[in-house]
Nanobody, 120 residues
Framework: QVQLVESGGGLVQAGGSLRLSCAASGRTSSMGWFRQAPGREREFVAA???????TVADSVKGRFTISVDNAKNTVYLQMNSLKLEDTGVYYC?????????????????WGQGTQVTVSS
């Protein structure tokens, strides 16, 4: 069992930045970030292997960056140029199987989520 603890969410104005952190109690193949807005399905944001190979969703490409700190077993999501539509609960996830998953069902462990609210 892997425990995931997210932090760093909050309220920010459009155009601003936030950095989310996810501390993992153990290692699996890769880590991911998903988000969920009210009334919508959970949506893929970014994924990364502990080696550094990563992928991000087209909707956040050029604005969001995912990274890892192997020494701290921590994954980060740097979010810049935030838009109103980035608002939602952001979840950290961990995947046992090899490869970078982009679908929520491909992940085995989940954090409790952290709220990100972008205001105009």
């Amino acid at each position: 069992q892997v425990q995931l603890v997210e932090s760093g969410g909050g309220l920010v104005q459009a155009g601003g930045s936030l950095r989310l952190s996810c501390a993992a109690s153990g290692r699996t193949s890769s880590m991911g970030w998903f988000r969920q807005a009210p009334g919508r399905e959970r949506e893929f944001v970014a994924a990364i292997k502990w080696s550094g190979a990563s992928t991000v969703a087209d909707s956040v490409k050029g604005r969001f960056t995912i990274s890892v700190d192997n020494a701290k077993n921590t994954v980060y999501l740097q979010m810049n140029s935030l838009k109103l539509e980035d608002t939602g609960v952001y979840y950290c996830s961990s995947r046992r199987q090899m490869g970078l998953g982009t679908i929520a069902s491909q992940y085995d462990y989940w954090g409790q989520g952290t709220q990100v609210t972008v205001s105009s």
